[in-house]
């Protein structure tokens, strides 16, 4: 539980913990373009390594669209497990189907990513998306079904850019050296989101941080279908990533604001935990007749 939560106190501490981070958290953030149709002329590559046209992977089906970068092992592999846990329920009664019924495609945001990583990516989301079904043929069919409207892009910084602007992703991209400065390290610091298109490509809604419901999920791809537009989503629970400078230690006080944060919740919890046993001894012992005996 506590590791599932180390995104969102770090992008919420970014947020409140002081002046020092507001050139970082400007740079992040969400701005919701609902109406907007995506650039379909941007060029990237599918996880085969294909040259691909943006537009042409909609395949005039509802899509949706997910930001994030393959190695990410936070927010990104946070929101992709509950992407994968949402869409196997919504497909266990055959009611939603990728590649049948809409697509999705997650893009990196980091163009140092390759066609090899998305692959070895995707090979892990179908391998955990895929359900067991009565007959080996009719499981190799619904994955092959899947694989069709499921891809992983990869792109140049100037296409990344470009898409991300479109749907206002507001991220932070930053090449520094490590320790020993004998090598770059890539910080990337963002939000997480979803995003559905409509068929034509136009932005239907928007699903901020990592959670939301299977029914949400059929309701919005019915609305992208019908080229609807929704209300703008809540951005009350911002979650998402940020990567600490490994040379200069900036964004330390988000560190140590979580460490400071964890401390007294771990304090509420013990204090809770010694309340709580000594009102249980208490009345144990009053209910079998103990205390003090009068003189």
């Known amino acids: 539980m506590w590791v599932a939560m180390w995104p969102l106190l770090f992008l919420l501490l970014a947020f409140y913990a002081g002046s020092g981070q507001s050139a970082l958290t ?43 970068f393959y190695s990410c092992r936070t927010g990104c592999a946070i929101l992709t497990d509950s992407i994968i846990q949402t869409l196997a329920k919504a497909t266990k009664g055959d009611i939603l189907k990728p590649g049948r019924d809409f697509n999705v495609l997650m893009y990196s945001i980091d163009p140092v990513e390759d066609a090899n990583l998305a692959h070895a990516k995707k090979t892990l989301i179908m391998n955990a998306l895929t359900p067991h079904l009565q007959t080996p043929a009719e499981t190799l069919a619904w994955r092959m079904c899947a694989e069709n409207g499921w891809h992983l892009l990869t792109g140049s910084q100037a296409s990344i850019v470009q898409l ?30 979803t995003v559905f298109l409509t068929p034509e490509g136009k932005i239907s809604s928007y699903t901020i941080g990592n959670g939301f419901q299977t029914k949400e999920v059929e309701a919005d791809v019915a609305k992208a279908q019908k080229g609807e537009v929704m209300a703008k989503a809540d951005q009350s629970l911002m979650f998402g990533c ?54």
């Not at 230690?249 to 709580?276: K, M, P």
């Open 26 to 68: 400007k740079s992040m953030g969400i701005n919701q373009h609902e109406g907007d149709t995506i650039p379909k002329d941007l060029a990237f590559k599918d996880e085969q390594g294909n040259n691909v046209r943006l537009g042409d992977m909609i395949h005039d089906r509802p899509t949706l669209l997910v930001p994030i």
């Open 164 to 193: 991300s602007q479109a749907i206002g992703f507001k991220y932070n991209y930053r090449t520094v050296p490590d320790l020993q400065h004998t090598k770059t390290v890539n910080l990337i610091n963002h939000p997480t989101c």
């Open 242 to 295: 940020i990567m600490i400078d490994p040379a200069t230690g900036q964004n330390r006080i988000v560190i140590e604001n979580v460490w400071r944060l964890c401390g007294v919740i771990t304090l509420l919890v013990l204090a809770a935990s010694v309340i709580s046993m000594f009102l249980k001894g208490h009345r144990e012992n009053l209910a079998s007749g103990g205390g003090l005996s009068p003189r």
